[in-house]
């Protein structure tokens, strides 16, 4: 029996939300990761204690989650793989300018990252590797949505208190050669 045009439509959807948010974090992860020492540069001047680990981390959390969820594989981990990016970079960089992305503000990561709970409480649709698996409704729908959320913002917290001790406001000491390098790795 096949799918109703209906169905057909959402699996679209789901596959479209996978893409373009999958997509990202892939981009976002393989800019992190191109120049792991401009990029971990960046990382301390952002108040990030041990930057290095910290630019390896974001390359590979960043792409990982990002083709985890643009195969649909592991979806509710790696939407709070992603929940927790987003909380990271929210505090750390985007939260002290705002909420317009224009102004380097947190509009761009909280719409990510809600976008991101919302494809975990959709779940990956029809056309996934946890469809593949039958994994795919074994967690669905709030409960989801919470564990994308309630795991992403621990982890983003934990990473946080153990990693970050200074907002921005505080940095100090960066060479325009370095805050150059950092913009060239990109924030999140």
Same mark, same amino acid.
């Given at each position: 029996?096949?799918?109703? @045009?209906?169905?057909r439509?959402?699996?679209?959807?789901?596959?479209? %939300?996978?893409? !373009?948010?999958?997509?990202?974090?892939?981009?976002?992860?393989?800019?992190?990761?191109? #120049?792991?020492?401009? #990029?971990?540069?960046?990382?301390? /001047?952002?108040?990030?204690?041990?930057?290095?680990?910290?630019?390896?981390? /974001?390359?590979?959390?960043?792409?990982?989650?990002?083709a985890?969820? %643009?195969?649909?594989?592991? #979806?509710p981990?790696?939407?709070?793989?992603?929940?927790?990016?987003?909380?990271?970079?929210?505090? /750390?960089?985007?939260?002290?300018?705002?909420?317009?992305?224009?102004?380097?503000?947190?509009?761009? +990561? %909280?719409?990510?990252?809600?976008?991101? +709970? !919302?494809l975990?409480?959709?779940?990956?649709?029809?056309? /996934?590797?946890?469809?593949v698996?039958g994994?795919?409704?074994?967690?669905?729908?709030?409960?989801?949505?919470?564990?994308?959320?309630? %795991?992403?913002?621990?982890?983003?917290?934990?990473?946080? !208190?153990?990693?970050?001790?200074? @907002? @921005?406001?505080?940095?100090?000491? !960066?060479?325009?050669?370095?805050?150059?390098?950092?913009?060239?790795?990109?924030?999140t």
């Amino acid at each position: 029996m096949g799918t109703r @045009p209906r169905d057909r439509g959402k699996d679209v959807a789901r596959l479209l %939300l996978r893409a !373009a948010i999958g997509g990202t974090m892939i981009a976002h992860g393989v800019r992190h990761g191109r #120049t792991i020492e401009g #990029t971990a540069r960046w990382f301390g /001047s952002i108040g990030f204690d041990r930057p290095r680990l910290q630019a390896q981390a /974001s390359a590979a959390v960043e792409t990982g989650a990002g083709a985890a969820l %643009l195969l649909g594989a592991g #979806t509710p981990l790696a939407a709070a793989a992603v929940v927790g990016t987003m909380g990271v970079a929210a505090r /750390s960089v985007h939260q002290p300018n705002g909420f317009f992305v224009n102004a380097e503000g947190y509009e761009y +990561v %909280l719409n990510l990252a809600l976008a991101t +709970v !919302a494809l975990a409480a959709l779940g990956p649709g029809r056309w /996934s590797v946890d469809r593949v698996l039958g994994v795919d409704g074994r967690l669905t729908g709030a409960r989801a949505a919470a564990v994308a959320a309630g %795991l992403g913002l621990a982890g983003a917290a934990a990473q946080l !208190a153990l990693f970050w001790h200074r @907002p @921005p406001a505080e940095v100090t000491g !960066a060479t325009d050669d370095e805050t150059k390098a950092g913009d060239d790795a990109g924030a999140t």
